[in-house]
């Protein structure tokens, strides 16, 4: 047989070994020894030759791998005979057993992945799809699993020759590249860098405009975390997170830091309140660290620091298993304890009484706890803002929310890219609920005029509590217990119950109103107890104006902010322009193909008429390369061979 090309006979005997049921290597190549050219080719079966004899790792424990190479003869061997190729060698048979044809794409020497199941790999990984689950779509893609080319192994493997790549080119020159990218593209994004002192990335945090702005609309409660993720160089990921007026959670800033030390954090809050016009949070919700506690002394000393609640829980099973172990009901008792007490009063009666039930008196841990109540207890919490958040949820939200798009072994640089990804679903799933609000009118339960107010100037989430508030509020009875002054105090209790009861001290004739559950307080939304009050007692039905509190009304986000220079909607047009053309040539391409799938004729057709289209953009391409050579020549600047 003759061949044009060396590759040429590769691909033949490629095709004939899939045929008969193996896969080849190249075994052997030999140079001419006049000008050093390729002259000679062996291509021999994947089970040629025998598997070498190791020396060490003799008390090895892990089993031996399969034997694959068993002194199979069948091979190829060509040679150059002038300009051509030339079958000099052919060994047909085999020692072993052949497979099927289509079992053959399970072997190394047929399996690979293909430039456009690349391309699709890697967007799939950067939207945190997993290998199990790109291997689905691969399949559904090609029509079946057989028809794949590759295994997830393979998939694995192409992932780390690009992460290590990426490592090698300089992952922090690249993560620092693309936020100069952004910063030109985004006049309103901002950054900041460490470096330490041989040169490598130490911490660093960053913040778009939409979150700049965001902070500034609904920065009044923030929630700083250390303790959602680290990636492959142990950095811990630190999210400045809180509650839009949609109830959702969304980002005021994320950083990425070296160490959790006390310098590290000061750092990173003087950073972030650099970047958001130096206001200070009300409140600031944080896991239980003590370098993190003493930062937020240093840096914000007005700010009212509480601990997040789910995070101290966790704890709670391992500092306590004995108790746990032997105790069924201790977790009830516990759980009551700490969310079914309405007062600190009620608290501290039932904390007494566990501490005695359960023989917890002389607990250290449990000691150390009680002396910080005042910073993660609910009964102590209900009289601060804030914005309504439960700690619990809304930590078991951002782990979930974070852990669909990065995982650990996710680079820095590309951590980043799957970050933004996170927050545009976000800002996606925002502008859906501004939409819903705006485009759709809430069923009203009530005959009340305070209902329709309420769901003129709130958003639909903001208006359901409100509304659910004031159904339930038709439920309580309200009788007088004293008077002082012109202030009077109502007892309020659910109809035929005599506890629990909440005392509604109503000031003049204003409208204003406390009520012990503290719900106004603690979320910014009237309570049923003072709506019951308002209603039955004192025949308001309005709703006064001091208690709309603007971030959860649907014009939260009306006030411009004329130092940060890029609006919520502009930053959804700062777009990469190449992806978006990427994208709306796919979903063209797609139609295209499905049209060519319909027959071999059109096939054929679609076929020839991309083989054209191809040949011509890298005519495109070639040109555009000697344009810019020339330009090269023009300046003066030589090219880079």
């Not at 060490?56 to 424990?61: A, G, I, L, N, S």
């Not at 023989?359 to 803002?385: H, I």
């Not at 193909?593 to 679609?606: D, G, I, P, T, W």
């Amino acid at each position: 047989m003759i061949f044009e090309e060396v590759e040429d006979a590769q691909t033949f005997y490629k095709a004939y070994a899939r045929r008969q049921g193996f896969a080849i290597w190249t075994n052997h190549t030999r140079l001419s020894k006049d000008d050093k050219t390729l002259c000679a080719v062996d291509y021999v079966c994947t089970r040629e030759g025998f598997r070498r004899v190791s020396r060490k790792d003799t008390d090895r424990q892990l089993p031996e791998p399969a034997e694959t190479k068993i002194g199979c003869k069948a091979m190829m061997g060509i040679k150059k005979d002038g300009e051509k190729w030339i079958v000099n060698k052919f060994v047909v048979g085999h020692n072993h057993i052949l497979l099927t044809p289509r079992s053959t794409s399970f072997l190394c020497g047929h399996r690979g992945v293909t430039k456009v199941q690349k391309k699709l790999i890697m967007t799939l990984n950067e939207s945190g799809v997993p290998t199990r689950k790109i291997m689905s779509v691969l399949s559904k893609d090609s029509g079946g699993e057989f028809n794949v080319g590759c295994i997830g192994k393979d998939v694995e493997n192409y992932l780390g020759s690009k992460r290590r790549k990426i490592f090698e080119e300089g992952d922090a020159q690249r993560l620092y590249s693309y936020f100069l990218d952004r910063q030109l593209k985004e006049p309103g994004f901002v950054f900041s860098m460490q470096v330490d002192k041989d040169g490598s990335m130490g911490s660093c945090f960053w913040a778009d405009a939409r979150s700049r702005a965001a902070y500034q609309y609904f920065g009044d409660v923030v929630t700083f975390d250390a303790t959602y993720l680290t990636n492959i160089y142990k950095m811990s990921f630190v999210p400045f997170s809180g509650v839009n007026h949609h109830h959702q959670t969304i980002m005021f800033g994320c950083a990425l830091l070296v160490n959790e030390t006390g310098e590290s954090y000061t750092w990173l809050l003087r950073t972030w309140q650099e970047v958001m016009l130096g206001r200070a949070p009300s409140t600031i919700i944080t896991d239980d660290d003590k370098a993190m506690a003493k930062a937020i002394v240093e840096v914000l000393p007005n700010t009212t620091h509480r601990l997040c609640l789910w995070h101290i829980l966790q704890k709670f099973p391992e500092h306590l298993a004995h108790v746990y172990n032997k105790f069924p009901d201790f977790q009830k008792d516990f759980r009551h304890c700490i969310h079914e007490t309405i007062t600190t009063d009620e608290f501290e009666q039932e904390w007494a009484l566990i501490m005695v039930k359960y023989d917890l008196g002389e607990n250290t841990w449990l000691q150390n706890l009680y002396s910080r109540r005042d910073k993660w207890v609910p009964a102590y919490l209900r009289s601060t803002f804030c914005a309504g958040m439960s700690t619990t949820q809304r930590s078991e939200s951002m782990n979930k929310f974070f852990k669909d798009y990065v995982r650990s072994s996710t680079m820095v640089s590309d951590f980043v890219h799957q970050y933004e990804k996170a927050i545009d679903a976000r800002y996606f799933k925002e502008k859906e609920k501004d939409v819903r609000t705006k485009s759709t009118r809430a069923i009203m339960k009530t005959p009340f005029k305070i209902e329709e107010e309420a769901a003129i100037v709130y958003t639909r989430k903001s208006f359901t509590i409100f509304q659910d508030e004031l159904f339930n509020s038709l439920r309580y009875q309200a009788r007088k217990l004293y008077v002082s002054g012109e202030a009077k105090t109502y007892g309020v209790t659910a109809h035929g119950k005599e506890t629990p009861i909440y005392h509604v001290t109503l000031e003049g004739d204003e409208g204003h109103a406390t009520c012990t559950c503290h719900k106004w307080e603690f979320m910014g939304i009237l309570c049923r107890h003072i709506l019951c009050v308002f209603g039955k007692k004192a025949k308001l039905n309005i709703l006064p104006q001091h208690y709309v509190l603007d971030r959860w009304t649907i014009n939260a986000k009306s006030r411009p902010i004329p130092d940060i220079p890029c609006s919520d909607d502009q930053v959804w047009q700062v777009q990469d322009e190449a992806t978006m053309r990427k994208s709306k040539s796919m979903i063209q391409l797609y139609d295209i193909v499905e049209l060519a799938s319909q027959s071999a004729k059109k096939h054929n057709h679609f076929t020839l008429a991309l083989e054209k289209v191809h040949k011509e953009l890298l005519a495109m391409e070639d040109h555009i390369a000697l344009q810019s050579l020339g330009e090269f020549a023009n300046l003066g600047v030589p090219a880079a061979m």
